[in-house]
């Protein structure tokens, strides 16, 4: 649960529960565990999507939790290079963009 969302539900203000959080240890640590649970409940609602054959949550899946075989390995092809400010308002000029804000 969200800290917004928490502290609407007891009736205090973010504020509150972040004081809470960064002076009283013992809450942070109730928080931290809470959280935990949302965890778990969140991957074992992924694992049954997964089992029920929905391909997107597998691949989520494996790609996070099995990244050394089932890693995207498409390779992007990015060229980057430096040019001046002049070299920059001619390709855009080339491109059809002759205005351009200061």
């Known amino acids: 649960m969200r800290i917004t969302s928490a502290s609407k539900a ?4 973010r504020s509150t529960v972040w ?10 640590a109730a ?3 809470a959280e935990q ?4 409940l969140v991957e074992d609602a992924l694992i049954q999507t997964c089992l ?10 494996l790609t996070n939790r099995a990244s ?10 990015v060229v980057t290079q430096t040019m ?3 070299e920059a308002l001619a390709l855009l000029k080339a ?8």
């Open 31 to 33: 928080y931290k565990a």
């Open 68 to 77: 050394d075989r089932w890693a995207d390995r498409r390779q992007p092809n």
């Open 37 to 40: 649970q949302v965890i778990e």
């Open 19 to 28: 004081e809470h959080l960064n002076k009283d240890p013992e809450f942070m």
């Open 84 to 86: 001046s400010r002049e």
């Open 52 to 61: 029920k054959g929905n391909l997107g949550a597998i691949v989520f899946y």
């Open 95 to 102: 491109r059809g963009i002759d205005e351009v804000k200061e």
């Open 10 to 13: 007891v009736g205090i203000g």
